[in-house]
């Protein structure tokens, strides 16, 4: 089965393999991305039971400083506001970039606690890429939590549940020598996985398109 996937224009330039369905964590509700692995992918067989929390908690390796990529708005528009995403960057208490500015900014305000992605500066000197994905049937996010935590969300965004025949595609994270790397890896993890078949590819494998060499912004 090919599904479409849920991406940022912000990050199509950046491009190991690997898929794991989700275990025994998904009993825990807990996601950990502590092991050590260079790139993976995690799926639910099917969407949690009706009345079933959907929400995993994600734990974390420790980290420096983080970009929680989402958008400039307290209320959620999901996915409405995809054109209006911006790189919010803290440092090691993920709640730093909600705090109250004074003064408040003119034309910004806080960013929204739901993210497209997110990128991890390690301790260890390494660097960390989570990206929320979408199913044939859902779309994932990421949510900094009020008492700070990290958590992976979906949904159908309609009025009905996600169908309970329905794989769920949750999220795919990498590990890379620097932000670069770590981005190029997730790409050719969910690029070669066979949730998405042909449905992805590479900007690097594509041509270019020729209206785009002549064409402006707005044009």
């Known amino acids: ?3 479409p996937i849920y991406s940022i224009a912000l990050l199509l330039f950046f491009s190991s393999s690997g898929a794991a369905a989700l275990g025994e964590n998904a009993a825990r509700k807990q996601i950990f991305l502590t092991e050590a692995r260079a ?13 079933d929390p959907s929400k995993r908690r994600i734990i974390l390796p420790e980290f420096s400083h983080y970009c929680h990529v989402a958008a400039d ?7 409405g506001a995809s054109n209006r995403m911006f790189p919010w960057v803290g ?8 705090e109250e500015r004074n003064p408040v900014p003119p034309t910004i305000p806080l960013p929204n606690r739901r993210a497209l992605l997110m990128l991890f500066e390690l301790k260890n000197g390494k660097y960390m890429t989570v990206m929320p994905l979408s199913g ?15 958590a992976v969300d979906y949904g159908s965004l309609g009025t009905e549940p996600v169908p309970s025949e ?4 949750l999220l795919a994270w990498a590990v890379g020598d620097n932000v670069f790397d770590s981005i190029n890896q997730v790409w050719q993890t969910i690029a070669q996985s066979p949730l998405y078949g042909n449905s ?16 402006g912004w707005c044009t």
């Open 39 to 51: 790139s993976n992918i995690v799926i639910l067989n099917s969407p949690d039971s009706k009345g």
């Open 166 to 169: 329905s794989e769920v595609p």
């Open 200 to 215: 992805v590819g590479l900007r690097s494998q594509k041509e270019y398109p020729e209206p785009w060499k002549y064409l």
């Open 136 to 150: 044939e049937a859902s779309v994932s996010w990421l949510e900094t939590e009020k008492n700070g935590e990290l």
């Open 73 to 79: 708005a307290d209320a959620f528009r999901w996915i």
């Open 91 to 98: 440092k090691s208490d993920l709640n730093s970039i909600f």
């Open 1 to 3: 089965m090919k599904y």
